[in-house]
């Protein structure tokens, strides 16, 4: 009989709306193909660029209510007015056969996947400052003064949580933090731990 291969890594990525992650987790898939993106299912509607299937899986919230009764998700949450999760199914495959798989999710799901997976590597995205999240927002264009309001209201009790996760990376420069969480994905990084001295001011300022 061949031998099974090693169980694959599972890294989940959390951050405040506007940080970057999105961005980020775009790039670190260009430079190390190897990883796996897991697509979540959500019940908000696709956005002009957005395809089901590549982006999300787009279902009818009747339809995420029944995969969530099911037991289907390994984690799933509300996020604004949405609801979102992982379908459980799809990560254990990926595992079992090796491969390392990304989950790029919010605080309340990292939570969940933590307490099912407790082997799994979690890293929040911060933003530099209040006001730099505020302009990443505002540079989308794409939501009402209202939804900004909600966002950075909402970004605060995110950041919050962030010494929930083993990792936390400062989005001050682009290239800077994509090369801090290729060190975290090449198993190094130590010095990156989200209960780190240093990380205490920012983090002040940012919930405040």
């Known amino acids: 009989m061949d031998p099974q291969p090693d169980t694959g890594r599972l890294f989940v990525i959390a951050a405040p709306s506007g940080a970057g992650k999105t961005s980020l987790v775009r790039a670190l898939l260009q430079k190390q193909p190897s990883l796996q993106l897991s697509i979540s299912h959500t019940t908000r509607k696709p956005r002009a660029h957005e395809r089901d299937g590549h982006d999300y899986w787009f279902v009818s919230p009747q339809q995420f209510a029944a995969l969530r009764a099911a037991g289907d998700f390994l984690e799933s949450a509300q996020v604004f007015d949405n609801f979102y999760g992982t379908g459980r199914e799809q990560i254990d495959a990926r595992r079992r056969a090796g491969q390392d ?46 939804v900004i309001a909600r966002r950075l209201a909402d970004a605060a009790t995110d950041m919050s949580h962030c010494r929930e996760f083993d990792y936390a990376i400062v989005n001050d420069d682009f290239d800077h933090a994509l090369a801090q969480l290729q060190q975290i994905i090449a198993g190094r990084g130590e010095e990156l731990r989200a209960g780190r001295p240093e990380l205490a001011p920012l983090l002040a300022t940012l919930v405040a």
């Open 101 to 146: 798989v990304l989950l790029e999710i919010d605080w309340q799901g990292a939570r969940q996947v933590r307490q099912s997976q407790p082997d799994c590597i979690s890293v929040f995205i911060l933003p530099p400052s209040r006001a730099a999240l505020e302009r990443r927002l505002r540079s989308r264009g794409t939501d009402s003064e209202q």
